[in-house]
């Protein structure tokens, strides 16, 4: 049931967007979505769109990731097309609002397919290191983030095995009334906090018996190079975002 | 009941990079009334091979019969909970499935809400406690302060109480003292003896099997190597499938090699032990 869950799982392949600096990736990304906001213009959503369009292609994951992708978000858009019609709005703001959304479901699954965790962890400790001159304790954030995003396919299993050996009782979780689901669920919920609680126990302990220290200067397994596609993307990015910002507040 | 696999696959993550085959060409019978082992390293498919039974997961290719039900892709279960209720799946960490305050809504919740054709509960939940050895005291108790031997003892009369037809259990012996380990023996051997049910056992455990077993798998890397009665698969050299022979069969081997002695097989190492003995005397 849970394997159905497609965003924020890494798709192991080799491709040039997989073997970006996930720093590059990380603040392209953060340019496509402010870009994305800024303007209802229809010749810079098209530049997008190619952009997005490149970006994709580049990774060779295969459409159909993307298209489930897409499709978990559908009731959202759903929402946001009713929205519209109930306010009025025309139809090339319906429809740019309604691409914006995809828009962006589908640059951030790039970053999250193309890259993992622990290398995401990376690119947001090194966008946040200036911070630390100002005293914000940017290791610990990024370790708790790593933490938790290692976290989240074991949970995942967790909950798959839960569920098998909950369905071997013959609790029913398909095919039951509205009170029978209810209870259903109770027997997922209550032990998966409890084992996730004993997780994060049975964790701090083994950190602690290896003498983990936060702030010791550590190494990547990776070396992430900057490289010279990195500085391209990075530059063509930034050269979009500064003409947009260019045509809506100059 | 009958379980039958017939050309079965097991391709884990299908159409990914990731994707595996856990299991491939499986073939094998195990028969009503009789208790089977599987057995095979870590990550040899036996859990993959059990859940298939139970439907939790659908073959890639090929089909699982139990009894007149059938399990394949190309054909949709219709009522997979009355399939589900015919067998008992006993998983490896029982702590994983608790989630009431009192042992005895822990077991009669399966029945309670979602089998209502049950009658006296109640009488199911104390007769499925005290098969496992425990007794009416434990009824009210709080299923998360058990020790892991008792957790094991509980999850197997959940399943118990609604007296299924075939038994699953997986890794039974894991953490338990040898009284236990001695408890649970017996009811297994109630279980086929007297309630002919069929009993399908995943242990690495090999002294345990030749004990109770009739019928042994023997599985790696997905495939059925042995598949035979017990004391076949265990004559066959176990060490290369990262596996050791049980002790009674080492002993016999090691006679019939250095005495040329042929002294029969036993299942049981007292009895062995008492032949030696009259014969030594």
């Known amino acids: 049931m849970l394997n159905k869950v497609m965003i924020g799982r890494y798709y192991p392949i080799n491709s040039l967007v997989h073997k970006m600096n996930p720093l590059a990736k990380i603040i392209c990304v953060l340019l496509f979505i402010v870009m994305i906001f800024l303007t209802f213009d229809i010749r810079f959503n098209i530049v997008m769109s190619i952009l997005l369009i490149l970006m994709l292609f580049n990774t060779k994951i295969p459409a159909n990731v993307y298209i489930k992708t897409v499709l978990s978000i559908k009731w959202l858009l759903l929402f946001v097309l009713i929205i519209n019609i109930i306010v009025g709005s025309s139809l090339q703001v319906t429809i740019i609002t309604i691409l914006r959304l995809i828009y962006i479901v589908l640059y951030t699954s790039i970053l999250t397919l193309t890259t993992p965790p622990t290398?995401?962890?990376?690119?947001?400790?090194?966008?946040?290191?200036?911070?630390?001159?100002?005293?914000?304790?940017?290791?610990?954030?990024?370790?708790?983030?790593?933490?938790?995003?290692?976290?989240?396919?074991?949970?995942?299993?967790q909950g798959n095995k839960i569920i098998k050996s909950q369905a071997s009782r013959g609790i029913d979780y398909y095919h039951s009334n509205f009170k029978g689901k209810l209870l259903a669920l109770k027997s997922l919920v209550i032990p998966?906090?409890?084992?996730?609680?004993?997780?994060?126990?049975?964790?701090?302990?083994?950190?602690?018996?290896?003498?983990?220290?936060?702030?010791?200067?550590?190494?990547?397994?990776?070396?992430?190079?900057?490289?010279?596609?990195d500085t391209f993307i990075v530059l063509m990015h930034l050269g979009l975002f500064i003409l947009i910002v260019k045509e809506v507040f100059l | 009941?009958?379980?039958?696999?017939?050309?079965?696959?097991?391709?884990?993550?299908?159409?990914?990079?990731?994707?595996?085959?856990?299991?491939?060409?499986?073939?094998?019978?195990?028969?009503?009334?009789?208790?089977?082992?599987?057995?095979?390293?870590?990550?040899?498919?036996?859990?993959?091979?059990?859940?298939?039974?139970?439907?939790?997961?659908?073959?890639?290719?090929?089909?699982?019969?139990?009894?007149?039900?059938?399990?394949?892709?190309?054909?949709?279960?219709?009522?997979?909970?009355?399939?589900?209720?015919?067998?008992?799946?006993?998983?490896?960490?029982?702590?994983?499935?608790?989630?009431?305050?009192?042992?005895?809504?822990?077991?009669?919740?399966?029945?309670?809400?979602?089998k209502k054709s049950v009658k006296s509960i109640e009488k199911h939940v104390s007769d499925a406690l005290l098969m496992v050895g425990l007794d009416d005291s434990y009824l009210?108790?709080?299923?998360?302060?058990?020790?892991?031997?008792?957790?094991?003892?509980?999850?197997?009369?959940?399943?118990?109480?609604?007296?299924?037809?075939?038994?699953?259990?997986?890794?039974?012996?894991?953490?338990?003292?040898?009284?236990?380990?001695?408890?649970?023996?017996?009811?297994?051997?109630?279980?086929?003896?007297?309630?002919?049910?069929?009993?399908?056992?995943?242990?690495?455990?090999?002294?345990?099997?030749?004990q109770i077993a009739d019928h042994v798998v023997l599985l790696d890397k997905g495939k059925i190597i042995y598949d035979n009665n017990k004391y076949e698969v265990f004559k066959q050299d176990l060490e290369k499938y990262g596996l050791k022979r049980p002790k009674i069969i080492e002993f016999e081997q090691m006679v019939l090699e250095k005495k040329n002695i042929k002294i029969g097989y036993r299942d049981d190492i007292n009895d062995l032990m008492k032949d030696v003995y009259r014969y030594v005397k």
């Open chain 1, 192 to 229: 998966m906090f409890v084992l996730s609680f004993k997780k994060a126990d049975d964790l701090a302990d083994a950190m602690e018996v290896r003498l983990y220290n936060v702030n010791s200067r550590r190494t990547n397994f990776r070396q992430n190079k900057w490289r010279f596609y």
């Open chain 2, 1 to 114: 009941m009958e379980v039958k696999f017939n050309d079965v696959y097991y391709v884990y993550n299908e159409k990914t990079p990731i994707s595996k085959m856990v299991l491939g060409n499986i073939n094998t019978t195990f028969k009503e009334g009789t208790i089977s082992g599987i057995i095979g390293k870590s990550g040899s498919g036996k859990t993959t091979l059990i859940e298939l039974i139970n439907a939790l997961i659908i073959p890639t290719k090929g089909r699982v019969e139990v009894g007149s039900n059938v399990i394949s892709k190309t054909r949709k279960i219709r009522n997979i909970n009355n399939l589900r209720y015919k067998i008992g799946l006993v998983f490896q960490t029982p702590e994983e499935q608790f989630f009431c305050n009192t042992v005895k809504e822990e077991i009669e919740f399966g029945m309670k809400y979602f």
């Open chain 2, 140 to 210: 009210n108790r709080n299923p998360f302060t058990l020790s892991s031997g008792e957790m094991r003892k509980v999850a197997i009369a959940s399943i118990l109480a609604f007296n299924p037809k075939i038994v699953i259990l997986d890794e039974p012996t894991i953490g338990l003292d040898n009284q236990s380990k001695k408890n649970l023996i017996k009811i297994i051997k109630l279980l086929k003896n007297r309630y002919k049910k069929t009993v399908i056992i995943v242990s690495n455990d090999t002294d345990l099997l030749l």
């Open chain 1, 119 to 157: 290398e995401i962890t990376y690119g947001l400790e090194k966008l946040f290191s200036p911070l630390r001159l100002i005293g914000i304790p940017v290791n610990k954030m990024a370790l708790s983030i790593s933490l938790a995003l290692r976290f989240i396919p074991t949970i995942i299993d």
